[in-house]
């Protein structure tokens, strides 16, 4: 297995990181640490680690190119038979490599989905499991179980056969939202999916350096990647799957344009647009359904390219959110589960 780290920027963490990885009681896999021009002390921590531990490979790009390029020149390196991408500010749990390994070895599947956790600053912690998908057998394809497609579309918490993605030609895109146009086309495409039912993958959510909090035009990248993912659905002729896709495209945009630090104020109304437009070009020929509640709503005020009502009911949304937030109790910890590594002060 070659585990594949992108790095950049991220000197506080990295240590937690490798340590999680290479500590654990499963030893039959590589690292492939890519670093992406850290302008930080990163680069020294991974020739410390490749020093100590020959597991460890460190690629360095000459120049910044991004999360996405980053993980490709990994993959181009990597000489395992699967692969797995764990970004540098998050961690693997105890145990998670053999786990993954004996289910691997027990379905021979050409993709692995495990249970992940998002881990707040403040110690709260938002499981993820796969059940959420629904029962599944040992493996399947994912029109036998597309309630997969709900599950948050990250690419760190699946373990990829590598000639899959090789046959494929698959390969990150770039832009923001890369994980959308690799982990969807590569979920349609596997013949044999399997669950492992296991909180495996810490996802370290960061106050800053995180483009689900910055304000920026490049927000507009989800409409392309979305778009690759049915250009995909339509080469494949996966039309089983392409209403499930439709509702997730459409959820996931809208989630975008409602979140009050993503789109520029100015480009609303713009991205709003391109929301419209993609509606009305990829909507499934035999008709849809809308969903329930104000999500629904929501979608009709799309069909209807009904911004200014849109905006009225997102405004009437906020204060009640904000009127509500002032009078709830506190939040309070998950202590249930392994704690979040630390980072280096």
């Not at 057998?137 to 760190?156: N, Q, S, T, V």
């Not at 200014?308 to 002032?326: D, K, N, P, S, Y």
Request: hydrophobic share 45%.
């Amino acid at each position: 297995m070659s585990v594949i780290v992108p790095v950049y920027r991220v000197e506080h963490y990295l240590g937690a990181c490798l340590d999680s990885i290479l500590d654990q009681g499963f030893a039959d896999f590589e690292v492939v640490a890519v670093d992406d021009a850290s302008d930080d002390g990163s680069a020294a921590i991974l020739a410390g680690y490749a020093a100590r531990d020959n597991r460890v490979r460190v690629l360095t790009l000459p120049t910044n190119r991004g999360l996405g390029a980053a993980r490709n020149a990994g993959l181009a390196a990597a000489t395992g038979d699967y692969v797995w991408f764990v970004d540098s500010d998050d961690w693997l749990t105890e145990g998670t490599l053999e786990a993954v390994a004996k289910r691997l070895a027990e379905t021979d599947a050409d993709l692995l989905i495990t249970g992940f956790a998002r881990v707040f600053p403040d110690g709260r912690i938002r499981h993820s499991p796969v059940t959420g998908a629904g029962p599944a057998p040992a493996a399947f394809r994912l029109a036998e179980l597309p309630g997969l497609i709900k599950l948050l579309h990250i690419a760190c918490n699946k373990v990829i056969r590598r000639q899959l993605l090789v046959e494929l030609g698959l390969a990150f895109r770039p832009g923001w939202y890369e994980d959308v146009a690799f982990s969807l086309p590569l979920m349609i495409a596997a013949d044999r999916i399997t669950l492992l039912d296991r909180y495996s993958y810490g996802y370290r959510q960061r106050d800053t350096g995180s483009i689900t909090r910055t304000v920026s035009d490049r927000h507009f990248d989800v409409f392309d990647q979305w778009g690759f993912v049915f250009h995909f659905i339509d080469d494949r002729q996966a039309e089983e799957l392409r209403a499930p896709l439709f509702a997730r495209a459409v959820w996931h945009q809208l989630q975008v344009l409602n979140h009050s630090a993503r789109v520029p104020r100015p480009r609303r109304r713009e991205f709003f647009g391109r929301l419209v437009d993609f509606y009305r070009a990829e909507r499934p020929a035999g008709g849809y359904e809308f969903p329930h509640g104000d999500e629904g709503v929501k979608q009709r005020l799309v069909a209807r390219n009904a911004f200014l009502l849109f905006e009225a009911l997102r405004a009437g949304r906020r204060m009640q959110t904000q009127a509500a937030r002032r009078v709830a109790p506190p939040r309070q910890r998950d202590t249930t589960k392994p704690p979040v590594p630390d980072a280096v002060p």
